[in-house]
Structures are given as structure tokens and as C-alpha cells.
């Protein structure tokens, strides 16, 4: 018996009601709809789910991935020895306290956070109505979109380590930068946030989301699987607009594509591989490097 037989013996044990899936495909749970099967995925419904297969994870030397909408993931297209969380739908409390605040788990999705606020007639959450993540994994990358970040209403942040020891963070200890945060070195797994809103027309914020949603569908790729924007907003500058200028639009290798729509995008027109992303990721890097100097940094995240 190795360690993933060991640790799917004991989660089968302590979190009887708890799914677990043995290799499982990676591109059924990324918006790339890439990546090969990982050895072992289990699905925590509560916090205490969490702890217990943390806690497992850790007396079985296996350090977990936890994972969320997988919607700026680049997964392996090869079978992967790793043991996934996903948290999606699972740690999905949401209410309102007082003091136009919103406390909620990390499964649940910025979209749904967003119409929420706004049935409650709270604003500052307008610019994530399009984000198609979870509130854990935006926390993680410090999300924004048309100049709102989540650092602007996210006031504490509440989470567990890897060996499941919860902690809380708040104000400037939660270290949010651009797509940053004291959370993006993976030893601290977001459990929820407490959020500062401030009150607002339920009416206008509804005109304002639906606004920045049909931007989006007009400049954005979204028929296609993808993993959002593809590179870093380098200093001075915008990574599409250098993408663009370097004549790179349509750019494809195997199954994937520099969008026409959109250069900061590269898409899955029809059976992508990582290895097709990386080498077209790289062309672009190596072009716009020769042709302006700047070298893009990747936004999207690698598994493994």
C-alpha cells in the first residue's frame, strides 16, 4: 500500500460522506479543459471535512493542492501523483452582517457573491460579476477587473494551513498586490473572507454589472475555453496591446490560439494540449521580448 492508498483508506474512514475520486481528468475542472488525471481528488463539503483530510493528508507526507473554479490553471497533460481539494461548492456559506458586510466561504463564486450584493443593495463587488472564479482562488490572486480589485473590499481573510492549524488574516497582513497576495505561496489554504461594502441602489449596481458583463462578451473570447488572461500587465503597458502590435493575433500551435477578439487570450480552439499552450506562450514571450524589450510574465498557473 503507498501513500495515496494509505490516505484514501483513512479519508474513506474519518470523512465517510466525503466523495473521493481516483484518477481523476484535470480538464473536467479547469476552464482550459486541459490536463491529465491527477492519483486522488476528494470533496470537502464543510470546513471540518477540510481539516480531517489535511490533517490525513499530512500524518501521510502528501502536501495537498487545493483548488477552486481552475479558471487561470494550467494543468499536466500527463498522470499526476498529486491529491487535489476542490473546494468549489463546498465551503459555500454567504450572509450578510452587519454593517454592510458580507461574510462567505472560499467555494463560493465571485459572480455569485457579486448578485448577492446586490440583491442586498450593497456596492463595490460590480466588477466581479464576470470573474469566473471562487472567492478562495480570487483572494489568492488578488482578482480585478475595470478597476476594481479584491483587495479594495476584502478586510479579513480566514484559512487553514497545511497541516490544518486555521489562522485568520486581516487589513495589510493579507499582503494583496497586483495578482498577489500573503496567500500565493500555497501554504495556506483560504477558508473564507469577510468583505466591507458600502450601501447602494440595487437597481444601478444590477445596470452597472450588466454594463461590465456585455463588455466582456465584446471583447472577450468567451466561447472558448481559456484561461482567462493569459499574461501580467507589465509596467507601463498592457500585455495585449504588445501581443497585438507584434502581429501575433491568430497566432495558433496544435489546438491553440492567440484570440483574435482578444490578444491577451490564449484559447482552446479544439483539442489543446499544455504542451501546446507552453510552446505558444513561449513564442509569444520570446517575440514580444525581441521586437519591444519587455519580457511578459505568465498570470496563469501551472499544476504541477
Known amino acids: 500500500m503507498d501513500r495515496f492508498d494509505k490516505l484514501h483508506q483513512q479519508l474513506t474512514h474519518f470523512c465517510p460522506g466525503m466523495a473521493l475520486r481516483e484518477q481523476e481528468p484535470m480538464r473536467c475542472h479547469t476552464s482550459f479543459r486541459i490536463g491529465g488525471p491527477v492519483r486522488l481528488m476528494a470533496f470537502p463539503t464543510s470546513e471540518e471535512e477540510l481539516l480531517t483530510a489535511l490533517r490525513c ?12 473554479n481552475g479558471t487561470n490553471l494550467l494543468c499536466g497533460d500527463e498522470p499526476m501523483e498529486l491529491f487535489v481539494l476542490k473546494l468549489l461548492d ?16 472560499a467555494g ?25 472564479g471562487t472567492l478562495g482562488g480570487g483572494a489568492v490572486m488578488n482578482a480585478g477587473a475595470y478597476g476594481g480589485e479584491l ?6 481573510t480566514r484559512f487553514v494551513t497545511l497541516d490544518g492549524t486555521q489562522g485568520c488574516l486581516v487589513g495589510e497582513e493579507q499582503g494583496f498586490g497586483y495578482r498577489t497576495s500573503a496567500f500565493t505561496d500555497g501554504t495556506k489554504i483560504i477558508t473564507g473572507a469577510t468583505l466591507q461594502l458600502r450601501p447602494g441602489d440595487g437597481e444601478a449596481i444590477r445596470q452597472r454589472m450588466n454594463e461590465l458583463n456585455q463588455k466582456r462578451r465584446d471583447k472577450q473570447p468567451l466561447e472558448y475555453p481559456s484561461g482567462g488572461s493569459t499574461f501580467k500587465r507589465p509596467v507601463g ?14 497566432l495558433t500551435v496544435g489546438g491553440t490560439q ?15 494540449t499544455c504542451a501546446d499552450v507552453l510552446a505558444l ?23 504541477p
Open 57 to 68: 493528508a499530512n500524518e501521510c507526507d502528501i502536501i495537498p493542492v487545493p483548488l477552486g
Open 108 to 132: 463560493v463564486l465571485l459572480s455569485k457573491l457579486a448578485a448577492f450584493a446586490q440583491r442586498e443593495g450593497l456596492s463595490g463587488l460590480e466588477f466581479a460579476s464576470g470573474i469566473p
Open 258 to 272: 492567440v484570440s483574435v477578439k482578444h490578444a491577451g487570450f490564449v484559447i482552446n480552439v479544439g483539442g489543446a
Open 237 to 250: 503597458g498592457f500585455a495585449a496591446a504588445l501581443i497585438d502590435q507584434c502581429g501575433l493575433k491568430g
Open 151 to 156: 483587495k479594495d473590499v476584502v478586510t479579513e
Open 281 to 303: 506562450t513561449e513564442q509569444i514571450h520570446a517575440t514580444v521580448l525581441e521586437k519591444t524589450g519587455i519580457s511578459l510574465e505568465l498570470e496563469i498557473k501551472r499544476l
Open 90 to 105: 463546498g465551503l459555500n456559506t454567504l450572509e450578510r452582517l452587519e454593517g454592510d458586510r458580507i461574510r462567505c466561504g
